[in-house]
């Protein structure tokens, strides 16, 4: 058995495939970012998926995309829980910069790939290679154009009473803003990145509100110029997106990329399709 997995910082998408590369199963777990996380959280949430514990013994080869695994000690990390959980498998762990690379873009094709959902990233592919010019540091000084940057925007407007009144208003009746909740969210429990972009939700289905659609410009535009400018050919080939954020304010998206002239290349909600096309092609390369 044959496991691909794309793993976001809010969850985790898993196909099991046959020796033949014919789909078995889809499951999901909880995001399991090494960044964010301990090894006893994500390996209970290893456990706490039936189709992957019964089927633990039975994998042979796993292929993990993940999101804060973008460092060497964090793939290892990853891949020690893994040799415990999947004992007869083997494993390959990368960053999930390399899913959203290979569910857009085609091998011998250039572009820059960049992911925008819970957090944000970008890369230029030359063909072959993944080349990076930002060293990612997490959600708390980086992910510009994320979820979770549009989260924190919303909250610090709120508290700095800079949310127009209306648009206050609903955002109190949608969510708990009590001080002490949103504190105890962000400092005492896990995935504080996730739960910063669950405020996002309120930006999408507001994204025709005056304060909304300012918001949303700037951080696209904050996105552009922090990472996709840093490429020298980003005006020459084309620019996909992977992630919520890019798919539900993909009209947005082009918008700005289109008034910075950028060429707008695949804009895809999840890239676990895409990746399970690129091993049924590339399947005697990967394994």
């Known amino acids: 058995m044959i496991?691909?997995?794309d793993?976001?910082?809010?969850?985790s998408d898993w196909i099991a495939l046959d020796e033949n590369y014919q789909r078995l199963f889809l499951t999901q777990t909880l995001g399991l970012s090494p960044e964010v996380l301990t090894r006893p959280v994500i390996e209970d949430r290893l456990a706490n998926n039936f189709e992957l514990s019964k089927n633990s013994e039975k994998v042979t080869h796993l292929f993990f995309y993940g999101a804060g695994c973008g460092t060497e000690r964090m793939q290892n990390s990853l891949k020690e829980i893994f040799s415990s959980f999947f004992p007869n498998a083997i494993s390959e762990v990368r960053e999930d910069t390399y899913a959203a690379v290979y569910a857009t873009t085609n091998i011998g094709d250039q572009g820059i790939v960049c992911i925008l959902g819970t957090g944000s990233n970008c890369s230029y592919y030359d063909g072959e290679v993944l080349h990076q010019k930002v060293v990612s540091?997490?959600?708390?000084?980086?992910?510009?154009?994320?979820?979770?940057?549009f989260g924190r925007k919303l909250i610090r407007d709120y508290y700095f009473n800079k949310m127009p009144k209306d648009l206050a208003e609903k955002?109190?009746?949608?969510?708990?803003?009590?001080?002490?909740?949103?504190k105890e969210n962000l400092y005492k429990q896990p995935n504080p990145n996730t739960?910063?972009?669950?405020f996002a939700r309120f930006i999408v289905e507001n994204k025709e509100h005056p304060y909304c659609k300012g918001v949303i410009a700037k951080g696209f535009q904050q996105f552009i110029n922090n990472y996709v400018m840093q490429f020298e050919l980003?005006?020459?080939?084309?620019?996909?997106?992977v992630g919520s954020i890019a798919y539900y304010l993909r009209e947005e998206l082009k918008s700005t990329l289109e008034r910075n002239d950028l060429v707008v290349g695949q804009i895809r909600?999840?890239?676990?399709?895409?990746?399970?096309?690129?091993?049924?092609?590339?399947?005697?390369?990967?394994i």
Do not use: C, R, W
């Open 137 to 149: 540091l997490g959600y708390i000084p980086m992910d510009d154009g994320s979820g979770n940057f």
């Open 7 to 11: 793993s976001g910082a809010t969850k």
């Open 269 to 286: 909600q999840k890239p676990i399709d895409g990746l399970v096309e690129f091993h049924q092609s590339n399947h005697k390369k990967t």
């Open 3 to 5: 496991l691909i997995v």
């Open 195 to 198: 739960y910063l972009a669950t």
């Open 171 to 182: 955002f109190t009746s949608e969510y708990n803003l009590e001080a002490d909740v949103i």
């Open 234 to 241: 980003a005006t020459k080939v084309p620019i996909s997106f």
